[in-house]
């Protein structure tokens, strides 16, 4: 990662830490222990790649970034509850590398309640993991329309809110449950199109918002199909899925000590991925098998992952998705290249470079 | 129910059934099982009491109800989500006579996924419900926010939402935590306040900005301060309290066959409950020892339904409760007198005095 770009995403991470920290909003949930967890993900950090995109799109139009800072927060604890929700869905541990919202709550319980069992504790820790998320939906609602006290005309909040609770709640979450039926399926009744829809809602979607966010607050307009939003919103489309294509690479191919998950882990929950189904696809008989036979493993030792990468190469698969990476990584630099050059434009180009060439 | 009463509670619902059947929000939402939950609930019916609350405080100010209708969709919709993430987190399977949002999908795996195994199958189930209610509050805000196609100003739309999701979404989901809370603590720990201030959050609070809803539609306010607002507000918030106890009361001294819960739930499910912790503070030593006996229970002939109602009436416990639940309605009564007459504050008395008299 260049320098600026990291001074300036440090930036953005502590200007969201400062407000978040100082917002009044989870002062009043009780237990004590459900108003700690609601703060816990948002507090945490994370690249938060969605407030840069709020507030450099921001920037990028000509807008201050400073109007649509609530924007940005909001946006950052939307994508947060969401984690939540999906956390508890995955029964995922770890997140960040501290415990998940669900482990940290039923820690809390072992602890306060020492006649509990386990299982009580793990069912309670579930249980205001879910009332969390629940609560951190609404507090993402509340900041955004707070963003009246930043400057921002109410007509243009109440569109933004609107568009939030309608249109980006239904694709995420449409995305989350589409995600969650895939592995209920057979491999065979999965398509390439239910795979990309799957990305569209779970990962582009609130991507695309959050540049619609800051470019709106710019203009000052609530006409989402004016010019230079559109070019935004398809910067942002383009990087979303060259991100979630190249997760899912990496996921593979990355350096194993330093990508953030388990090698492998989409193979180890059997969670189908466009790199999988196109070598699925061009695979003979027996490579079909033997890469089946692969998914579900209780552990992926260095001799499996690299036969794994071996079948994903050789049926072209890995080259095919590359391709596709690549095709949106230059359709996200085109779009940007279309915008007027400033400052947060090259903050916005640093970013889908970083994010698009990362190995970890 | 009088006669009144009945037809007019019959059109709220209907009126209620129209509107969300009618409204677009659902149809973008994928997969199909996930589209037919959310509508679930919010379709089921039920008494209706909260969107009945909203168009009468309006009429009850003066307002036009059916400017107040997409408010009063809204906070069903708000109440549905509660209930969907509540009956996962109770691992309840009936819900207005049919299963529940997280049994019915479980059920929908069991039939389309036929591979999977029970335990699969159930976690879909779990998993799918909770983002049914995640896609739920999303909806009520969206409905809520469409108000001003119904007339209603902008900036109290605003204020309207900023209040669901601050103050009210706080309040239930704290209320919801703490009754969760409050099955891990040992009884001891239990107090009177704990307890109030559970219904206050789980039922009271969405009573409230039922009334303040309709209210500040009809007299186009955002100052809920104002003198009518606050006969409302303590009205709405009496009945709750009377409400929920009554409930409680009811729950253990009702007509077995005629009351929708089965008897005795609250003991079976450990639940402290006003009625309980009053009977416990009471009780000498070998009473407490015996009322204890009787919880969690693996069933609840009518022999032990009849020990715990002597127990509790012997305590004073039963008294001490009935005397609260009939001072709460005589405040409830006391506030909507000071309102002006007319059809719709006649409707509210006749759904206070209905719900606190009766015995199902």
Known sequence: MD?????????????????LANDLFPSAIYPECLCSAVRSYPMRGGKRIRPALVLWSCGALGGI????????????????????????IDEDDVRRGLATTHVELSKHARVVYPTKTDADCAKFGRNLAILTGDIQQAWAVDILMRSTEKGCPPALVMEL????QNTVNRELISGEALDVELTMRELKAVTREDILKTISGKTVCLLKYSVQCGGAIALRTTDFRCPELQHLVRYAESLGFAFQLRDDYLGVFGDVRSFGKAPCSDFQESKPTLLYLEAMNALPESGRKELLSLTALP????????RIREL??????ADKVL?????????????LHLLSDNKYKKLLRALSGYLLNREV
């Open 323 to 335: 391709k596709l990476i690549a095709g949106y990584t230059e359709q996200a630099e085109e779009n």
């Open 3 to 19: 320098d600026l770009l990291k001074g300036e995403l440090g930036r953005v991470s502590s200007d969201i830490i400062y407000i």
């Open 65 to 88: 970034p400073e109007e649509a800072m609530n924007a940005a927060a909001a946006v950052e604890i939307y994508h947060s509850w969401t984690l939540v929700h999906d956390d508890i």
């Open 161 to 164: 809110v609107r568009r939030l």
């Open 312 to 317: 994903l190469t050789s049926s072209g698969a």
């Open 299 to 306: 552990e992926y030792p260095m001799e499996k992952v690299q």
